[in-house]
């Protein structure tokens, strides 16, 4: 049984009788030694499952371990092999390199095995991708993206770290050198495609994908959040999970030029805010329009967006005051607000 295990450190046994450890492949050594090394033939070890290939390097990553020579020799042979694993195996094993710790180092000796060509080919298209210094002074848009695991505090969401690992994953095919500085034109759109697909491939459940999706949607917004009405503001602070939005942003400004001031402003103003200001009772509902004569159709969610509006941004206060605001903005005698 000891012999058919992957790795020597998970080759101990421990005798119920006598307490004592026994050690029949040198696991003790390796374990002193910090090193990560395949029971008896790397090769064949790794041919029984070769998920044991992603295993080996989150180990290593996760403790701080080194791969033995002959395994990671292994490793790197086989690695073209690994998508003969199911992608919910490859998915939970990237999953837990990713929100254990040491996500960084994790997927450079994915990078440097070969593996991450065969699981996540879009990351391992960043390398060399540059960016403009102003803003990134720290390189390309793979070092910014290890940079930012390497800030992921573990344990973390496996949403925020998928959403970290894939929030610039559409830099490369939109990267342009224009006459002012090197740009990335629709990269969050691009991005979101591009994660969408990935999110398909390691088959992440719908609930899980629509938060990466999110994260990689929303994450240029932060830019622009001294300047949004309020009623915009409020919209984005009480998206879903928005915490994970806040602390993907706050990695994002560690990982490139170190600014948080946009993080800090966000954070406090939401904190600020009481849930019923960001999150009113609706003034009107559907029904109301409805008695007031207006013909239910497509127009019915642009209405109550406009009266939200208003009342995210304080300008209406009840019922009464809204209802004005809509017969004013959208007569019923316009042809294009009800049908005759």
């Known amino acids: 049984d000891v012999q058919r295990r992957d790795f020597t450190i998970n080759g101990l046994l421990l005798d119920p009788i006598t307490d004592q450890v026994l050690d029949f492949v040198g696991g003790r050594e390796d374990l002193g030694a910090n090193i990560i090394r395949a029971i008896g033939d790397p090769e064949q070890r790794f041919a029984e499952d070769k998920l044991r290939m992603l295993r080996a390097v989150r180990f290593a990553a996760r403790f701080n371990y080194t791969i033995e020579p002959a395994t990671f020799a292994a490793v790197r042979k086989l690695a073209s092999q690994i998508l003969q694993v199911s992608r919910e195996r490859i998915r939970d094993e990237l999953t837990k390199v990713l929100t254990e710790g040491h996500a960084r180092g994790g997927f450079l000796l994915l990078d440097e095995s070969g593996l991450l060509h065969e699981v996540l080919p879009e990351i391992e298209a960043m390398k060399g991708v540059a960016q403009p210094p102003q803003f990134h002074p720290e ?202």
């Open 139 to 340: 390189g390309d848009v793979f070092v910014h993206t290890l940079l930012l695991l390497q800030h992921l505090p573990p344990p973390c969401s496996p949403t925020l770290a998928w959403g970290a690992l894939l929030h610039d994953v559409g830099k490369p095919p939109t990267f342009r050198i224009a006459p002012d500085r090197i740009r990335f034109d629709d990269h969050v759109d691009v991005g979101v495609r591009m994660a969408e697909e990935v999110c398909r491939r390691l088959r992440f459940s719908n609930e899980d994908t629509k938060q990466i999706l999110a994260l990689v949607d929303n994450h240029m917004r932060f830019a622009d959040v001294q300047r949004m009405k309020e009623s915009t503001f409020k919209r984005f602070v009480r998206l879903p999970h928005f915490d994970e939005h806040l602390e993907l942003h706050r990695l994002d400004c560690l990982a490139s030029h170190g600014d948080l001031s946009l993080y800090e402003f966000t954070r406090h103003k939401r904190a600020a805010m009481p849930q019923s200001v960001m999150r009113p009772i609706p003034l009107l509902t559907g029904e109301d329009l409805i008695s007031a004569g207006y013909k239910p159709g497509p127009q019915f969610k642009q209405i109550l967006a406009a009266v939200e509006d208003g009342q995210l941004e304080g300008r209406l206060q009840n019922q009464q005051e809204a209802m004005n605001m809509v017969l004013r903005e959208f007569p019923l005698s316009a042809p294009t607000q009800a049908q005759r």
